[in-house]
């Protein structure tokens, strides 16, 4: 589904690259997991794959097409919600549609269906001030499917809730995308949350970035929390946390 060839990138302020002929893979319903040091360049990477940066040298394809010639394949949810405060919530989520210029008909179905499958429904009238860190969040998820997009890039979403919120929102999150099939890119800081999410785990240890190292995690779905005290799994946790720490040291 998406496809980097050999992509040079670097902002124009900077006298360094970001990347360094990038080339990688991520096949069509995969969930993987982006790891990696604070700066060394996981945001840019979504930027790349959003076009919002499109001064690189290489190739990006989507479906096998340069995204160069594309819109509307991917969507981007942030680690904050950036709900608008004077929107209710259903309002805030029919945002992509009002953008696509879809019909008030149209909209006002599919806000139903979306806000009843996240459990929302009963807070539509309401305001982001209304509603708890892990409900913004999950109308922020909500807001990211009513895009459309094929793709959906999730940059740490969950960081800044408290650890119970965070342990249900990944769990909700894990049945979201086995129903809706979406491909998701996902980023955090956090090795737990990716080895319970993730079917593939990309690391990034050097800059610029000429390559993830990939790891396969071997646990089924659906997933437990059980699944992350076995003993592959928590050698593999401590293999990329040792890799993480020996990046920020060079």
């Known amino acids: 589904?998406?496809?980097?060839?050999?992509?040079?990138?670097?902002?124009?302020?900077?006298?360094?690259?970001?990347?360094?002929?990038?080339?990688?893979?991520?096949?069509?319903?995969?969930?993987?997991?982006?790891?990696?040091?604070?700066?060394?360049?996981?945001?840019?990477?979504?930027?790349?794959?959003?076009?919002?940066?499109?001064?690189?040298?290489?190739?990006?394809?989507?479906?096998?097409?340069?995204?160069?010639n594309m819109k509307n394949y991917s969507a981007y949810m942030p680690q904050r919600d950036l709900l608008y405060p004077w929107r209710t919530i259903e309002k805030n989520i029919c945002l992509p549609m009002e953008i696509q210029k879809k019909s008030k008909i149209e909209m006002a179905q599919r806000a139903e269906e979306m806000l009843k499958e996240v459990g929302l429904w009963d807070y539509k009238d309401k305001f982001p001030r209304d509603l708890s860190g892990g409900m913004r969040q999950r109308a922020s998820f909500a807001r990211t499917l009513m895009s459309g997009a094929k793709l959906l890039l999730l940059d740490e979403p969950f960081s800044a809730l408290d650890s119970i919120t965070r342990i249900g929102l990944q769990?909700?999150?894990?049945?979201?995308?086995?129903?809706?099939?979406?491909t998701v890119l996902f980023v955090t800081h956090d090795v737990e949350e990716a080895l319970f999410l993730s079917q593939k785990v990309f690391i990034i240890t050097e800059r610029p970035i000429s390559h993830f190292e990939e790891y396969n995690i071997p646990l089924?779905?659906?997933?437990?929390?059980?699944?992350?005290?076995?003993?592959?799994?928590?050698?593999?946790?401590?293999?990329?946390?040792?890799?993480?720490?020996?990046?920020?040291?060079?």
């Open 1 to 68: 589904m998406l496809k980097f060839k050999d992509v040079t990138f670097k902002y124009a302020s900077d006298d360094f690259y970001m990347t360094d002929k990038l080339s990688f893979s991520v096949e069509k319903g995969e969930f993987i997991s982006l790891i990696g040091a604070s700066g060394c360049g996981k945001s840019t990477i979504f930027r790349l794959i959003n076009g919002l940066e499109k001064d690189y040298s290489g190739d990006i394809f989507f479906n096998w097409e340069n995204i160069k």
């Open 171 to 182: 769990e909700w999150l894990l049945d979201e995308w086995r129903k809706h099939k979406k």
């Open 220 to 250: 089924d779905y659906p997933r437990n929390r059980e699944g992350l005290k076995r003993p592959d799994i928590v050698s593999l946790k401590e293999e990329l946390i040792k890799k993480l720490r020996r990046d920020e040291q060079k």
